[in-house]
């Protein structure tokens, strides 16, 4: 089955506590992004990679890393987490690196309480 | 920087009647797609329709169409013969060259 796959789908961790979300793609897809979800806020891109080795910053991505190493992978880190990172996170990807009029497939979120 | 403004931050209807939800977005660029995702309560994003900017018609989706007018930038999203399985964030989406931009959300309650 196609899909994006994000884990994990519940996480509490403690402020500095380092942390990863990982997220995997089977399609061969060549964009990949990740997106935080907050109230009144929407989602808002925090990095996105148009291929292997090529990453770029989106609206809000301090207090993160990613890195794509392979296609397939896009791991979302947080090296020092803190209270205000406490949010809805999504992964996903679509086929091309600049498809205006591909939809995006997205993981199934992960829900990440920073105490 | 391309903005997407969703001003209603949430709606409801009665099932089988109809709703619109607003949109406007505002970009510089000739080049682009608009979306609205939707979001139930499983978290899940779910694809509703799609526009491409350079296309006049607007894209329909069996109960759900949309009011695209370029020159005003605005994108809403009607849905027709309600139901209960579309009580759902519903967001309006841009996505241009290197950019994929989301709106803040219209949280859609269908009632009985």
């Known amino acids: 089955e196609a899909q994006v796959t994000q884990n994990p789908r519940y996480l509490i961790t403690v402020t500095g506590k380092k942390l990863t979300v990982t997220c995997s793609q089977n399609?061969?897809?060549?964009?990949m992004s990740w997106y935080r979800q907050d109230p009144g806020l929407g989602l808002r891109q925090i990095y996105y990679?148009?291929?292997?080795?090529?990453?770029d910053k989106g609206d809000v991505p301090e207090g993160y890393k990613v890195s794509r190493k392979e296609k397939r992978n896009f791991p979302l880190i947080l090296e020092s987490p803190s209270p205000n990172q406490t949010s809805l996170y999504f992964c996903?990807?679509?086929?091309?690196?600049?498809?205006?009029?591909?939809?995006?497939?997205f993981g199934s979120g992960t829900q990440l309480s920073v105490l | 920087a391309q903005t997407v403004t969703q001003s209603q931050p949430e709606m409801s209807v009665q099932e089988a009647e109809t709703v619109t939800l607003s949109c406007t977005y505002d970009?510089?660029?000739?080049?682009?797609?608009l979306f609205w995702y939707k979001q139930p309560p499983s978290r899940q994003m779910i694809l509703v329709i799609r526009?491409?900017?350079?296309?006049?018609q607007n894209a329909t989706e069996n109960r759900f169409s949309v009011n695209f007018q370029k020159a005003a930038k605005s994108f809403s999203l009607k849905i027709s013969d309600s139901q209960l399985g579309d009580t759902a964030m519903y967001f309006c989406?841009?996505?241009?060259?290197?950019?994929?931009?989301f709106g803040a959300g219209t949280r859609l309650t269908v009632k009985p």
């Open positions: 399609m061969n897809h060549e964009y």
């Open positions: 996903a990807s679509s086929p091309s690196p600049q498809g205006r009029e591909e939809k995006l497939f």
């Open positions: 970009t510089s660029e000739n080049n682009y797609y």
């Open positions: 990679s148009m291929n292997v080795e090529v990453t």
């Open positions: 989406a841009f996505r241009g060259w290197r950019d994929m931009r």
């Open positions: 526009q491409e900017a350079y296309k006049q």
